[in-house]
T-cell receptor, first 115, second 112 residues
Framework: GENVEQHPSTLSVQEGDSAVIKCTYS??????FPWYKQELGKGPQLIID?????GEKKDQRIAVTLNKTAKHFSLHITETQPEDSAVYFC??????????????FGRGTQLTVWP | AAGVIQSPRHLIKEKRETATLKCYPI?????VYWYQQGPGQDPQFLIS???????DKGSIPDRFSAQQFSDYHSELNMSSLELGDSALYFC???????????FGNGTRLTVT
C-alpha cells in the first residue's frame, strides 16, 4: 500500500513567520493530496487539497505545492498566527471509483506558533 | 454548515464488552468512512461504505463490523473489546466517492 512520510514532527515558529511542512509518498498512482488540521479533542479539518493535475494551489495564507516526479508535496503557511497552532496531517489517496476514501496519512506535525 | 455528527463523544467499556458507535454524515453525502486514531498516531482506515454497500476494507479486526443504513447513517459495532481498542474513532463522509472527506469530532473509546 501507499506510504506517506511527513517532516518535521514538530515545528515552532514566531508569530508572523512562515511554516513549511513536507511530505513524500511512495505510490505513483496516488493523485489526491489533502491536508488536515487537527486541534485537541477535535476531528481532522480539511484545510486545502490538491490533485495531481495541478502543481500549486493557494487559499489566502495557505498554499500547497506538488512535485509528481519527486513524489513530494508541501504545505506552506504564511504570516502564522497563534491560532494556527495544531497538528497538521498530510495524506494521499488514489482517486477514482470507490477507492478515494482510503486516505493514507503522514504521522503529523505539531505546529506551535509563539506570540 | 452541517457537519458529521458522531455519538457518543465518550464511551467507557470493560474488556470483553461490546460497543456501538454511530455516525450521521453531512446531508446528501453518500459515502461514509471509519478511521481509528491511537494516542499520538495518525488515523488508520478501517472501512468505508458507498450507497449502503461496503466499498473498501482496511485494517479492521474481525471483532468489528459496520453497516450503512437507508438514511446513510452508519454504525460501527465492536465486540470482545480489548485494552488495545482504546482510541479515537472518527467517521468521515463525502458526497461521492471522489470528493473531499469531512471528519466528525470522533468518539473516544476507553476500554478498562
Amino acid at each position: 500500500g501507499e506510504n506517506v512520510e511527513q517532516h518535521p514532527s514538530t515545528l515552532s515558529v514566531q508569530e508572523g513567520d512562515s511554516a513549511v511542512i513536507k511530505c513524500t509518498y511512495s505510490d505513483s498512482a496516488s493523485n489526491y493530496f489533502p491536508w488536515y488540521k487537527q486541534e485537541l479533542g477535535k476531528g481532522p479539518q480539511l484545510i486545502i487539497d490538491i490533485r495531481s493535475n495541478v502543481g500549486e494551489k493557494k487559499d489566502q495564507r495557505i498554499a500547497v505545492t506538488l512535485n509528481k516526479t519527486a513524489k513530494h508535496f508541501s504545505l506552506h503557511i504564511t504570516e502564522t498566527q497563534p491560532e494556527d497552532s495544531a497538528v497538521y496531517f498530510c495524506a494521499a489517496s488514489i482517486g477514482g471509483g470507490s477507492t478515494l476514501g482510503r486516505l493514507y496519512f503522514g504521522r503529523g506535525t505539531q505546529l506551535t506558533v509563539w506570540p | 454548515a452541517a457537519g458529521v455528527i458522531q455519538s457518543p463523544r465518550h464511551l467507557i467499556k470493560e474488556k470483553r464488552e461490546t460497543a456501538t458507535l454511530k455516525c450521521y454524515p453531512i446531508p446528501r453525502h453518500d459515502t461514509v468512512y471509519w478511521y481509528q486514531q491511537g494516542p499520538g498516531q495518525d488515523p488508520q482506515f478501517l472501512i468505508s461504505f458507498y450507497e449502503k454497500m461496503q466499498s473498501d476494507k482496511g485494517s479492521i479486526p474481525d471483532r468489528f463490523s459496520a453497516q450503512q443504513f437507508s438514511d446513510y447513517h452508519s454504525e460501527l459495532n465492536m465486540s470482545s473489546l480489548e485494552l488495545g481498542d482504546s482510541a479515537l474513532y472518527f467517521c468521515a463522509s463525502s458526497k461521492r466517492s471522489n470528493s473531499p472527506l469531512h471528519f466528525g469530532n470522533g468518539t473516544r473509546l476507553t476500554v478498562t
